[in-house]
């Protein structure tokens, strides 16, 4: 059989040396936001990851190849595609089936960092539980791989557009770890704080590493969440965003929005409801979470090293 996963030769070099990776998803790329933004930003996230001493694995499924790691040919070529599939875990193998290009969510990239070997994931924020889910049952399926599939994630927190207390509780069900980065608060996206206590806080990478690898010595399944804050000087307050998010769900249930196309609406009138203010601040955050990806990816592979 053959294997499901092909590794660019830069990720395939850095794993076989035992150097750390960092894993990136593309929805980011194709559904985040335009061209020639989307390429340029694409890049910095990679150059972040590899400034801080790892090699970034941007995830994608190409013509039906699911690949870690893209050349910057490849990049350029998703950066510009049209129809791309926002692939999760329940389309990921018919989109590859049909010989399809998708670009990999949360859910999706986790899968495929497991298959590469690739144990630390950055993105931007987490799906989660939508507001009105009590009726709709909107809820991401990046739940549900966070709780079986042993990745540890670097986001900002849930996206602020969610129903932030029923996320937690969601995660507190399936046994994941939600470690706030440096604060006790738990971070909402394009703000520091959601006004909810985080389950648990931890202050350097050194910590989160050695949590993930005692997670695997214990054999629990699943992997953790960590919840970095967005830096100080890209925030948009609470108090400011809320009401933005607000209106933007009211917009969104007029036009019948609802699944998948949910999330892309919403950032999408959010973006213009702030006059593009909240795509700075989402780039400021990836950025910051590629930072901490990498120290986190770096201080696993000392780790064990030194443990072996």
């Not at 150059?47 to 990049?75: F, I, K, S, Y």
């Not at 497991?114 to 924020?125: H, K, M, S, W």
């Not at 599939?149 to 129903?163: F, N, P, S, Y």
Request: proline fraction near 5%; glycine fraction near 10%; charge should be negative.
């Amino acid at each position: 059989m053959t294997t499901p996963i092909t590794l660019s030769p830069a990720v395939a070099k850095a794993l076989d040396e035992g150097r750390p990776v960092v894993a990136l998803e593309s929805t980011i790329i194709t559904h985040g936001m335009p061209w020639p933004q989307n390429l340029e930003v694409a890049r910095q996230v990679e150059a972040t990851v590899r400034a801080g001493g790892a090699e970034p694995a941007t995830m994608a499924v190409l013509d039906g190849t699911l690949h870690a790691g893209l050349t910057d040919e490849q990049l350029e070529a998703l950066a510009q595609a049209k129809g791309v599939a926002k692939i999760s875990r329940a389309d990921m193998a018919v989109c590859m089936a049909q010989g399809g290009t998708g670009a990999t969510t949360v859910a999706a990239t986790m899968i495929a960092a497991q298959l590469a070997g690739i144990e630390v994931f950055a993105t931007g924020g987490i799906g989660g539980v939508h507001k009105g889910a009590e009726t709709s049952f909107d809820i991401s399926a990046d739940l549900q791989e966070l709780g079986h599939t042993a990745v540890t994630v670097i986001a900002a927190g849930a996206k602020a557009i969610l129903d932030i207390p029923k996320t937690l509780e969601v995660l507190e069900t399936l046994g994941v770890p939600v470690i706030a980065f440096g604060q006790d608060q738990f971070p909402a996206f394009w703000s520091r704080e959601a006004g909810l206590r985080a389950p648990l806080r931890m202050d350097d990478a050194a910590s989160i590493a050695r949590a993930h690898i005692m997670r695997g010595t214990l054999g629990l399944p699943g992997g953790q969440l960590v919840a970095n804050p967005i830096p100080v000087e890209a925030e948009i307050a609470r108090e400011v965003i809320e009401p933005i998010i607000a209106e933007a769900n009211r917009d969104a249930e007029a036009h019948g929005i609802w699944g998948k196309d949910t999330t892309p609406y919403l950032l999408q009138r959010i973006f213009e409801l702030t006059e593009g203010k909240s795509l700075e601040s989402n780039i400021a955050l990836v950025l910051n979470n590629a930072r901490l990806a990498a120290e986190i990816a770096t201080e696993m592979c000392k780790q064990r090293v030194n443990a072996g």
